[in-house]
């Protein structure tokens, strides 16, 4: 499954390129991760949330890149996903915001993993990679993951629909959002 | 804390809810002096706009006192203690759109912009108490309001103007002059403004403090043409006369120069006909809209001339008179307003007394009561214009 979005973000390039090019942001704004952990300068390890089935995890390694220009990586070893990713940065034409492009490639498995992420992607897989490019923009130009009473927790709003009611959060919701 | 409710089609319900927190850095906590009624709000009520919810707190015209802020509000625009009115559409100010001031269309403010973005292509900034497709933010009819990026849209009020004259800075003034400023007036231009609500009113003041020769309004209701005549404007009822004819008896034949559409997606028509067919097509989904006020506008508006629209549209309708606009050079403008862009000018000319916000208040009621304020507002009883609810 192939999936491609893209983004203008009002930041010069690179400042974007230095944040992507930090994997260990990437959970910050994308929905699957939970957390990606640098083990060399071009190696990271990778580990999903809820949304891929529990204790998927893999190694990643960087197989290209270009300063403020482009990074590729793919996964390495015995992943339970393979996949690869591709990002490129260009500057947009007013001079002062950044382009971004999103080439995500996953090789699908059978078996309760592959069950699990076909769910997580639905019907419309693009969305899911749509509303990641809309949250790093978020990060980068006002700092965090914006949210309402209706969609509070950041990157799992998407999940939620119907969502709660837009008023606000009891102590025992913020509490429980908190923990998870 | 007590807000004001949806709750289901039809019915608005004051309850007790859990008094709201900073969820974001750059959020402020207002506690409430003043908010009001809207014309959208009727919209919501009457199940035109989707995506709203059971509970969802109504309401996003309010102002207030800052009495909590975020750690990552900057202390030198806003403080606790600060007295602010809150402009509608929540803003980030530092995205493509609010850098070019267009601010209801800021990019980062919704949360929901997936679901928005299917609705209209693009998506649109997120409002207070507006749906779930503007964000699901909790609205201002309520005690107390979160206010997310506290730092860019909040107005200070530094002088001793009373609460009502500066509340409606929080959107129908600025709405109505936005609608006026869209018409680019010259000294020589009739302007006509269909709907003379809040919103209709406020863009006939506007015409008139931007340099409009003459403003028409056109409504069925007498006590609102009569406001607008008391305010020095032309009355035109579409249930007695027929409109086109009037507009053209009133501008030598020419038709007004700009016309102003403060009506949108709930309009209603003076030939039965032409109502029941718009009527029964949006009762069964097949248009989601009901234009008649925007027809109108654009048959009635000279060739060359400019159609302005903040009137609230939602989604689909039919029988658009393209021909008319097309062969006869219309500029179409609109937008849900950018009402940052406004609140500071709009102030110093309630500063100067060049516009009184004031005059369209017919009712003052207490929080408690808003479910009789929305049925006084929505089925205009008691010559009722403008809702202000006291927290």
Redesign the interface.
């Given at each position: 499954m192939e999936l491609t979005a893209t983004t203008t973000i009002r930041k010069p390039v690179p400042e974007v390129y230095a944040f992507w090019r930090d994997f260990e942001n990437l959970p910050t704004f994308m929905a699957h991760l939970d957390e990606v952990r640098a083990t060399g300068d071009r190696t990271s390890h990778w580990v999903a949330g809820a949304p891929f089935g529990k204790d998927v995890e893999w190694d990643a390694e960087i197989v290209d890149e270009a300063l403020s220009e482009k990074i590729v990586w793919r996964s390495i070893g015995n992943a339970d996903v393979p996949n690869t990713g591709t990002v490129r940065f260009m500057p947009a034409p007013d001079g002062v915001s950044t382009e971004v492009q999103v080439v995500l490639v996953y090789d699908i498995p059978g078996g309760t993993v592959g069950k699990a992420i076909a769910k997580y992607f639905g019907e419309e897989p693009h969305q899911q990679l749509d509303d990641d490019l809309r949250r790093l923009k978020q990060v980068l130009e006002t700092g965090e993951v914006v949210r309402s009473d209706g969609a509070p927790w950041g990157k799992r709003a998407r999940k939620e629909f119907p969502q709660r009611p837009a008023q606000p959060l009891s102590d025992s919701e913020l509490v429980n959002g908190a923990d998870e | 804390?007590r807000?004001n409710?949806w709750a289901g089609r039809n019915k608005v319900e004051v309850r007790d809810?859990?008094?709201?927190?900073i969820?974001?850095?750059?959020d402020a906590i207002v506690r409430i002096t003043s908010t009001a009624i809207c014309g959208s709000d009727l919209h919501l009520v009457d199940g035109y706009v989707p995506t709203m919810?059971?509970?969802?707190?109504m309401g996003h015209e309010f102002m207030g006192e800052v009495i909590e802020v975020g750690p990552?509000v900057d202390p030198d625009r806003l403080r606790i203690g600060d007295r602010v009115v809150v402009p509608f559409p929540i803003a980030?100010g530092?995205?493509?759109a609010c850098?070019a001031e267009l601010y209801s269309c800021c990019?980062?403010?919704?949360?929901?912009?997936?679901?928005a973005?299917k609705m209209f292509g693009h998506p649109v900034a997120?409002f207070f108490?507006y749906s779930?497709l503007t964000?699901?933010?909790?609205?201002g009819q309520a005690q107390y309001a979160?206010v997310?990026?506290a730092d860019v849209g909040p107005l200070k009020i530094e002088s001793d103007l009373t609460d009502e004259q500066v509340l409606f800075l929080s959107d129908i003034l600025p709405t109505g002059y936005m609608g006026a400023e869209m018409c680019d007036i010259q000294s020589s231009d009739v302007v006509a403004v269909w709907g003379a609500g809040p919103v209709g009113q406020f863009a006939m003041d506007s015409a008139r403090v931007l340099g409009a020769a003459k403003v028409i309004a056109i409504d069925k209701e007498p006590y609102r043409l009569q406001m607008a005549e008391r305010a020095g404007h032309t009355p035109v009822n579409f249930e007695e006369v027929d409109v086109r004819s009037r507009l053209l008896e009133l501008t030598g034949g020419r038709g007004p120069d700009k016309c102003i559409d403060a009506v949108g997606l709930e309009a209603t028509h003076g030939s039965a006909h032409i109502a029941a067919y718009d009527r029964i097509k949006q009762a069964v989904r097949l248009e989601t809209d009901r234009p008649h006020a925007l027809r109108q506008a654009i048959l009635s508006c000279r060739s060359g001339g400019v159609v302005s629209v903040i009137g609230v549209y939602g989604g689909l309708l039919d029988k658009f008179p393209a021909g008319a606009w097309m062969n006869r050079a219309l500029t179409l403008r609109t937008g849900q307003c950018h009402v940052q862009r406004y609140m500071k000018p709009l102030l110093q000319r309630i500063e100067r007394g060049e516009l009184d916000p004031t005059r369209v208040i017919t009712h003052r009621l207490p929080l408690d009561e808003a479910e009789r304020g929305f049925e006084l507002f929505k089925n205009k009883q008691d010559n009722c214009e403008k809702v202000v609810l006291k927290p």
């Open positions: - | 804390m807000a409710t809810v859990p008094d709201p927190r969820l974001n850095k750059r919810q059971d509970g969802d707190v990552g980030c530092a995205c493509g850098a990019e980062n403010s919704n949360p929901n912009a997936g679901i973005e997120g108490g779930h964000g699901g933010f909790a609205g979160r997310p990026f």
